[in-house]
């Protein structure tokens, strides 16, 4: 498969996963800061392409992947429609519901795959717990505390990013959110 990633904070996470299912699997890779995608880039063995439009329009790229702030999310993925390309949408996919909604407009009838990337989906413990309030094993539930598995909100390198940023990342309640099923 032929993919292209836009972002290398959590893109390059996603670029090594890749390269671990499929050896032979190709990766364009894109960021904002060109100093640091062609350093990553030439880390992994992969290519650098300097303009996330430049990266989507590749008609060789089967599947993109957007791992950027949530802000850009929208314009990106729209772009990518328009190309006909797979498509991996890092979560949170949006920051506003109506962005959400004009995606999902756009998404309705498209031919090629569009997937949320969502780490808790596929994690056994998450359907574990559905099943006990499924069947009413907790009894009436009365509150939800949510919780960080990490110190990651206050961490000084994270502080003032745009993952914490409402404008840029939906802020700590969209990414908690998000992040539980």
């Known amino acids: 498969m032929i993919i292209g990633i836009i972002g290398t904070g959590f893109g390059k996470t996603i670029a090594q996963t890749f390269q671990a ?4 699997c190709t990766i364009f890779l894109c ?17 650098a392409i300097e303009k996330w439009e430049d990266l989507i329009e590749r008609p060789e790229i089967e599947l993109v992947v957007i791992a950027t702030p949530s802000n850009l999310h929208k314009e990106m993925f729209e772009f990518a429609i328009k190309q006909n390309k797979h498509i991996l949408l890092e979560k949170p996919a949006a920051t506003t519901a109506k962005d959400i909604r004009d995606m999902l407009a756009l998404a309705k009838n498209y031919p090629k795959t569009i997937v949320i990337n969502h780490e808790a ?7 574990y717990i559905k099943n006990y309030i499924e069947n009413n094993k907790l009894g009436d539930i009365l509150t939800i505390r949510i919780g960080a598995f990490t110190n990651l909100f206050s ?3 994270y502080i003032g990013s745009w993952y914490n940023s409402k404008k840029l990342g939906g802020g700590s309640a969209s990414c908690y959110g998000c992040s539980s099923n």
Request: hydrophobic share 25%; no cysteine; charged share 45%.
């Open 21 to 24: 299912i499929d050896k032979d």
């Open 31 to 47: 960021g904002s800061d060109k100093d640091k995608t062609e350093k990553i880039a030439s880390e992994m063995g992969v290519q």
């Open 155 to 157: 961490d000084k390198k």
């Open 121 to 127: 989906r596929s994690n056994p413990i998450v359907g």
